[in-house]
């Protein structure tokens, strides 16, 4: 059963916005962090942004903050990643976790998604 199915993905000029959106079921539904980590070809999966389920706790990467908004729909049990001013450095596999702390590593999080491309051009 897949927990986390994202969707949103694709091909943007350099300024553009895209909006990442992750819908969990099963077991992964009602955890009490959902978050956004990305991975580019060659690199190791980094922490982009994450949210406590009441909206108490939000935590962003520095090359998030200000341009990069999350957010989360408790009742449709979905989680959301607002990407504005998008810069060639974003082009990655953004992938959706949900796990029982608000944290900022991947290996807390307990369930992913698949991951959903995202590359910008310059």
């Known amino acids: 059963q897949v927990a986390l199915v994202e969707s949103g993905g694709g091909l943007v000029q350099a300024g553009g916005s895209l909006r990442l959106s992750c819908a969990a079921s099963?077991?992964?539904?009602?955890?009490?962090?959902m978050g956004w980590f990305r991975q580019s070809p060659g690199k190791e999966r980094e922490f982009v942004a994450t949210?406590?389920?009441?909206?108490?706790?939000?935590f962003y990467a520095d090359s998030a903050k200000g341009r990069f908004t999350i957010s989360r729909d408790n009742s449709q049990n979905m989680v959301f990643l607002e990407m504005n001013n998008l810069k060639p450095e974003a082009t990655a596999v953004y992938y959706c976790?949900?796990?029982?702390?608000?944290?900022?590593?991947?290996?807390?999080?307990?369930?992913w998604g698949q991951g959903t491309q995202v590359t910008v051009s310059s």
């Open positions: 949210m406590g389920r009441y909206g108490h706790s939000t």
């Open positions: 976790a949900a796990g029982s702390y608000v944290v900022t590593t991947s290996s807390d999080y307990d369930y």
């Open positions: 099963g077991r992964a539904r009602g955890r009490s962090a």
